[in-house]
């Protein structure tokens, strides 16, 4: 039998849960994940491969209603995935209303060149005590008639309920064609995303809801050492106030040293390296507002 391959777009709103089924489906920390919507800002891969192919998941960032430059960009980078990758997969939380940024999002899952043969929809957090998947069943009848029942998948994410089952159909609907990456590839990230990411993702969730979508994140330098078996770090998180410094900062600088600890701790699990993290905070004066920073994000995908 011939093998599969194809790119796979995940799309959905804010907190959906696309981040935590790659990584469920990949086995491997892929996708930062956090509480927080829109923590997803580029067009994260994670790479499944099994003996009937590879499918190679692009995480793309929450779709939201929103005029804001970064938000406009994010915006851009999930359409583009719509438009490069052969199949979609449209993840739905059912334990949510479903609004009108679900109804936008099936709307351009309506347009997308994958519509309707090559889409399926799984319906996540179908655990949640909240979860009313019969009335997502009800919305997608109308919004997108186009997909059929046996395409709707029930999932959850987070525990893994029906994801084995929701790898197969997909690798059913890819066409045949080699394998994109290795077969031992898991990510196409480079070392320094994959840090700068880290660092975000424990910052994120270590400062809560005050400052996360004021966070950037730069690895100003790597330096490998000890004869290759110890990487030195310097990195820098950059907020737009000098006034948030001083929180990211924290109390004698006890903020910052636990989002480096915790960070360094996750980077010695991933690399095989021993990660030595040399980590700072900055001020980079309303950084979502310029352009050559959104474009050095946009550019990361």
């Known amino acids: 039998m011939a093998e599969k391959a194809a790119f796979v777009a995940v799309v959905g709103r804010p907190s959906a849960g696309k981040s935590t089924l790659i990584n ?20 994260i891969r994670g790479i499944v491969n099994r003996e009937m192919g590879q499918l190679v998941f692009v995480d793309t960032p929450g779709r939201h209603i929103s005029e804001k430059k970064l938000n406009r960009k994010l915006v851009e980078l999930a359409d583009r995935a719509l438009e490069e ?16 940024e679900e109804e936008e999002l099936a709307r351009a899952v309506q347009y997308s060149r994958a519509y309707p043969d090559r889409t399926v929809i799984a319906i996540n957090k ?13 919305f997608l009848k109308e919004k997108l008639p186009g997909i059929p029942e046996e395409r709707r998948r029930e999932i959850s994410a987070k525990n893994g309920t029906g994801v084995q089952e929701l790898l197969q159909f997909l690798f059913a609907l890819a066409p045949e064609g080699p394998r994109l990456y290795p077969e031992d590839t898991y990510t196409d990230q480079d070392v320094q995303f994959r840090i700068a990411e880290i660092i975000r993702e424990k910052a994120i969730n270590n400062l809560r809801e005050e400052l996360p979508h004021s966070i950037y ?21 950059l907020v737009e106030r000098e006034s948030q410094k001083g929180i990211v900062v924290g109390k004698g600088g006890e903020m910052i040293k636990t989002i480096r600890q915790s960070a360094q701790k996750e980077l010695n699990r991933i690399f095989d390296w021993k990660v ?21 994000l946009i550019e990361r995908s």
């Open 217 to 237: 994140v730069d690895v100003a330098d790597t330096e490998l050492r000890n004869d290759g078996q110890r990487l030195w770090v310097r990195a820098f998180i």
């Open 276 to 296: 030595e993290l040399d980590l700072r905070v900055k001020v980079a004066s309303d950084w979502r507002q310029n352009d050559a920073v959104l474009r050095r």
């Open 24 to 43: 469920t489906l990949c086995g491997q920390k892929v996708s930062i994940v956090s509480s927080v919507p829109q923590t997803t800002r580029n067009m």
């Open 126 to 138: 179908v655990d949640d005590k909240r979860a009313d998947p019969a009335t997502v069943h009800t």
């Open 85 to 100: 990758s052969e199949l979609v997969l449209y993840l739905i939380d059912a334990s949510r209303p479903m609004g009108a």
